[in-house]
């Protein structure tokens, strides 16, 4: 089977520079290292090529002759793909990845959690408090967070000597890896925890309060320190991330800070003008309707939107004119309407110029 190009192994332009080459090298070995995909032999291949393709275009000498003659250049070159220069760019790259010589620390900073909190648009405009009840995982009190059975402690694991990672040769490189027999603990508890089976923590639910600031928007963050799982080996606590979801509002539809609803009015307050009464967040409002107001026409009031969190003005609110055909007409109100029809059609351009405009338009598009 023929090889693959090697800057399509690695996902780059043939124009990349040796920085793009070599993340992108370490992102693919990242994902497809032998010991994060134990058993998996696709992982393994593409590990390998991945590899054979860094060796090759991170050595200038090398990438320029492939670029001229391909994957024959490597067969004639001194050291084929696996050449002296590439051990130390290789282990360079996994002393970045895997800690390198260094004792690894096993002390592990807790999961961030995240937490979708449905309040209403009256809750977000003025801000309110909630309560929320979410899973976790806290620190087992019975051990404080060592798994040992209480009056034990964890004994140092032996393979590691407490590193938590071992050395292991491949040819002329050296790897680190996750130690097998204590999982990167560098510790092994041989009279485990019965309240937490020697996991160190428990699965627990916990009540919160959440202060909601007034003006928050949809998918707005909200960050409780410390509220998110607990560490491990005594590392420090994640953090809880509360994400605003705004329930569908029966009146308004929020815009940013503005505020929009539609206002239905009768064909009679269009056409004659009137005062109508609106709601807005903060109480009723009035809105003079002048005469001959035309569907879709808006009314803005100012400042009756919302007041964003990172803002100290209020938006608008926008009122959507939509004039409203009557329906289930008794046949005193069909009468009426036959006999205004009739008066419009007698000076249509008058009283429906809209219409009249649109008809000798359309009569244009046909003749035309």
Request: glycine share 12%.
């Amino acid at each position: 089977m023929a090889k693959r190009d090697y800057y399509e192994i690695l996902g780059v332009d043939r124009d990349a520079s040796e920085d793009q080459i070599k993340k992108a090298y370490r992102k693919l070995a990242m994902q497809h290292h032998p010991d994060r995909n134990p058993d998996n032999a696709k992982s393994e291949e593409n590990f390998k090529e991945a590899k054979e393709a860094y060796e090759v275009l991170s050595d200038q000498e090398k990438r320029a002759a492939y670029d001229r003659f391909g994957h024959q250049a490597m067969e004639g070159m001194a050291g084929g793909a696996g050449g002296a220069g590439f051990g130390d760019a290789f282990g360079d790259i996994f002393s970045e990845i895997f800690g390198g010589g260094r004792a690894r620390s096993n002390v592990y900073r807790g999961a961030d959690l995240r937490y979708n909190l449905e309040i209403s648009l009256e809750e977000a405009a003025r801000g309110s408090e909630s309560k929320i009840r979410i899973p976790t995982l806290e620190t087992c009190e019975p051990c404080h967070g060592t798994g040992a059975k209480p009056g034990t402690e964890p004994t140092t694991c032996p393979t590691c000597q407490g590193q938590g990672q071992v050395r292991i040769q491949q040819g002329f490189f050296s790897l680190q890896q996750t130690c097998p027999r204590c999982a990167g603990a560098g510790k092994i508890v041989r009279d485990p925890c019965t309240t937490c089976s020697g996991a160190g923590r428990v699965k627990k639910q916990k009540t919160l309060s959440v202060k909601i600031p007034a003006g928050v928007d949809e998918g707005d963050r909200i960050r409780l320190t410390g509220e998110g799982e607990a560490g491990v080996n005594g590392g420090p606590p994640g953090d809880l991330y509360v994400v605003v979801r705004l329930r569908p509002h029966s009146v308004f539809q929020r815009e940013e800070n503005d505020l929009h609803c539609e206002m239905p009015i009768s064909f009679t307050i269009a056409a004659l003008g009137g005062d109508i009464e609106i709601p807005t967040l903060d109480g009723s409002a009035k809105i003079k309707i002048p005469a001959e107001t035309q569907s879709g026409k808006v009314f803005r009031l100012r400042g009756k939107g919302i007041k964003g969190v990172r803002t100290n003005t209020f938006g608008d609110l926008l009122c959507h004119v939509v004039v409203e055909t009557p329906v289930n007409l008794t046949s005193r109100q069909r009468e009426l309407l036959l006999e205004l029809e009739a008066i419009n059609q007698e000076e249509s351009g008058r009283h429906n110029p809209k219409a009249k405009s649109w008809l000798e338009k359309v009569k244009e598009f046909f003749e035309g």
